[in-house]
């Protein structure tokens, strides 16, 4: 194949690649090359911005490490990361939604039982956190692992003090039999996603905001149960219908209520999908 232009040229390369054996990739990469080719011909790139996005994606990838992951960050700020949840994650009516996993998960965070205080010296304002887990009939699901984990009042992550050792505003504890749990914590507040790499130079260079609302994140697992990954967002937080990264559902906004003596309560109820029977391993 020679004297290829800008109108043969993407099917020459679907030629390329028809001996894929694997049927899957064969059709992701022939979108994606398809998609690719489209977008330059209809922007009419340049040389010059062909470089540009090439030094933006080099940057990117040097910005990541086993902490930060850039490249993550920056599909959850181009809507990719809500949208591949949104696809995949739909649920049948009644069941809690799912939003954005969000690079600040830690796996094997300490262990809590029902009344302790997970901020274990996060600063923030007392927050008592009440809820339940269930299944669509409103069945408690006992014995559920809650994974929470949250930024302080500085909108900060553990993760992201440097040296700090101890884990801090995030834990996990198991639904009671009657499916309920109650932690302690502080208060939800809103924080800027890490905006000191290629991200935040986007968001800078397009006068977007790198702003999420206040919310607490929990994964929530069972067995029988599809694996819930979602937030509760707080009522009234100024950020919640232009959140950096798309994740809002209006169904996971809650009310923390101020009490008395000044600190909050959560209540939040999570119904979990069930696993379709059709979907579960065959008995032999
Ligand atoms: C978070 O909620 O922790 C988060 C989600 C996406 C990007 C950055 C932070
Ligand atoms: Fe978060």
């Not at 694997?22 to 090359?33: E, F, M, N, T």
């Not at 109820?269 to 979907?279: E, G, W, Y």
Request: charged share 20%; net charge negative; glycine share 8%.
């Amino acid at each position: 194949m020679r004297n290829l232009d800008q109108h043969t040229i993407t099917a020459a390369v679907h030629e390329r690649f028809a001996n894929t054996p694997d049927a899957r990739l064969k059709k992701i990469l022939h979108s994606l090359v398809q998609h690719l080719h489209d977008f330059a011909r209809e922007v009419e790139l340049t040389e010059a911005e062909w470089m540009q996005g090439i030094e933006f994606l080099t940057a990117t990838g040097h910005m990541s490490d086993a902490k930060r992951q850039e490249f993550i960050l920056l599909s959850d700020t181009l809507g990719l990361s809500m949208l591949t949840v949104a696809m995949n994650q739909q649920k049948p009516a009644g069941c809690t939604e799912a939003t954005v996993f969000g690079p600040f998960h830690v796996a094997d965070a300490p262990q809590y039982a029902h009344g302790e205080d997970v901020a274990n010296g996060a600063v923030g304002v007392p927050c008592l956190v009440r809820g339940s887990v269930q299944g669509l009939q409103g069945e408690p699901i006992a014995n559920a692992l809650i994974d929470v984990w949250q930024a302080d009042a500085d909108g900060k992550y553990d993760v992201q003090y440097t040296g700090q050792q101890e884990q801090r505003a995030r834990g996990v504890l198991r639904s009671g039999a009657d499916g309920r749990f109650h932690f302690k914590s502080i208060v939800a507040n809103a924080y800027p996603i890490p905006d000191d790499g290629p991200v935040g130079s986007m968001l800078r260079a397009t006068k977007r905001h790198s702003w999420r609302p206040a919310h607490l994140h929990f994964m929530i697992e069972a067995p029988g149960y599809e694996t819930l990954v979602t937030h509760v967002f707080r009522k009234g937080d100024v950020y919640l219908d232009s959140d950096a990264v798309f994740g809002v559902r209006q169904s996971l906004v809650a009310d923390w209520v101020q009490q008395q003596d000044g600190s909050y309560s959560l209540d939040f109820d999570f119904v979990l999908n069930p696993i379709a029977k059709s979907a579960a391993t065959p008995v032999k």
